[in-house]
């Protein structure tokens, strides 16, 4: 079975840093793309990054650029999202999600439990 394990969230203040790291195991990782998503308290789940594990292309959401980092590490079958100089608008439940492809969607097939990120201000 495909499973997703998000990991990392805490409570951090105005431009603090945390990492993120999504451990996944039942599937071909190398096939596979991973993204990190996240849904903030009243809004809608938004895609923040992604990796395509078999290229390592990225891809980032405008508002994140030049703060966040996806990597990946293949040989322990983990996804990190770095995340430096962190707002409180990054407040949010992060979740990591998966498919097969070198594209992530809203609508990926495997999802993780989340981790939860305050950022205070």
């Known amino acids: 079975d495909v499973q997703l394990q998000a990991s990392g969230g805490g409570v951090v203040q105005f431009g603090g840093s945390l990492r993120l790291s999504c451990a996944a195991s039942?599937?071909?990782?190398?096939?596979?793309?991973i993204g990190w998503y996240r849904q903030a308290p009243g809004k809608e789940r938004e895609g923040v990054s992604c990796i395509s594990n078999s290229d390592g292309k990225t891809f980032y959401r405008q508002s994140v650029k030049g703060r966040f980092t996806i990597s990946s590490d293949a040989a322990k079958n983990t996804v990190y999202q770095q995340m430096d100089s962190l707002t409180p608008e990054d407040t949010a439940v992060y979740y990591c999600?998966?498919?097969?492809?070198?594209?992530?969607?809203?609508?990926?097939?495997?999802w993780g439990k989340g981790t939860l990120v305050t950022v205070s201000s």
């Open positions: 039942g599937f071909a990782f190398d096939d596979f793309a």
């Open positions: 999600a998966a498919r097969r492809g070198i594209e992530c969607y809203d609508n990926m097939p495997y």
